[in-house]
């Protein structure tokens, strides 16, 4: 197993464990996503053992959606509309009006979302709940200032090229009051946990994630995406740093996901 890079000049980052230029991570991430769009939904299932599904689940309960109610949503780095056709479906049981927008800067995800969103009939099932798609970047959200109600990102903020600046901007777009919803990949308080946890992620999910979508390497950068990824505390002192308002985690299957919440003032 590779170590993860220690510390990064100013004008790199990290992709995976390899250390990049600034400029250069963006394209990298897109050539991944590219390769294993159409089978993304399906690798979730495979390699958490439908785990991510209950993560998810918590994620849209701290939504807090509400009956009877008027609010808009912005899914950040949510192409496949897993997230959103989620929200949409809880608004529909509540008799909310929810409009969901999917921010993706891969065109190949917003792709696969537009097309399962055509399949499915979503935006013909209910006019009070709709998922429109948009590709852009989490830098710099197409959208104005405070006119969102709730911004939600599943396991997309680790692949953010300027997180201090993507923080930011989904705050930008929040309406005073509104509530920010981050689901993301951990550390495990228990180190012995954590091991044996490794151990699965590195021997088991590239091997899998090749047989399944014919991209091994793309499943090796996730594995390492996430051991680069800061633990809770460190990101939720990043979102207070942001500028979001009482910022929490909990810790999911054992510290495996993070839940991260944050508000606007």
Request: glycine share 8%; hydrophobic share 40%.
């Amino acid at each position: 197993m590779s170590e993860p890079i220690k510390s990064n000049p100013q004008d790199t980052t990290h992709f995976g464990f390899r250390t990049v230029d600034m400029g250069e991570k963006q394209g990298l991430v897109r050539g991944v996503f590219d390769s294993v769009a159409d089978k993304y939904d399906l690798m979730n299932d495979l390699m958490s053992a439908g785990l991510h599904r209950l993560w998810k689940r918590r994620m849209l309960e701290a939504l807090h959606l509400r009956p009877n109610s008027q609010l808009r949503l912005v899914d950040v780095a949510g192409g496949t509309g897993d997230i959103a056709f989620r929200a949409v479906a809880r608004a529909q049981k509540l008799g909310s009006r929810l409009s969901a927008q999917v921010i993706d800067a891969n065109a190949e995800m917003v792709r696969v979302g537009a097309e399962r969103a055509l399949r499915e009939g979503i935006n013909q099932r209910d006019e009070r709940a709709q998922v429109d798609f948009l590709t852009g970047t989490a830098e710099a959200l197409p959208l104005p200032d405070n006119s969102v109600d709730m911004v939600s990102i599943a396991f997309g903020i680790r692949n953010v090229t300027r997180r201090d600046v993507a923080l930011r901007d989904m705050l930008r777009v929040l309406k005073p009051g509104g509530r920010f919803v981050c689901l993301e990949f951990s550390h495990m308080p228990s180190r012995l946990l954590q091991k044996a946890y490794d151990a699965y992620s590195f021997n088991v999910i590239p091997p899998m994630g090749g047989a399944v979508t014919g991209d091994a390497s793309a499943y090796q950068y996730l594995v390492e995406s996430i051991r680069q990824f800061p633990p809770a505390q460190a990101f939720a002192d990043e979102l207070q740093a942001a500028g979001f308002m009482r910022p929490k985690y909990d810790l999911l299957s054992g510290g495996i996901a993070a839940l991260h919440m944050g508000w606007k003032r």
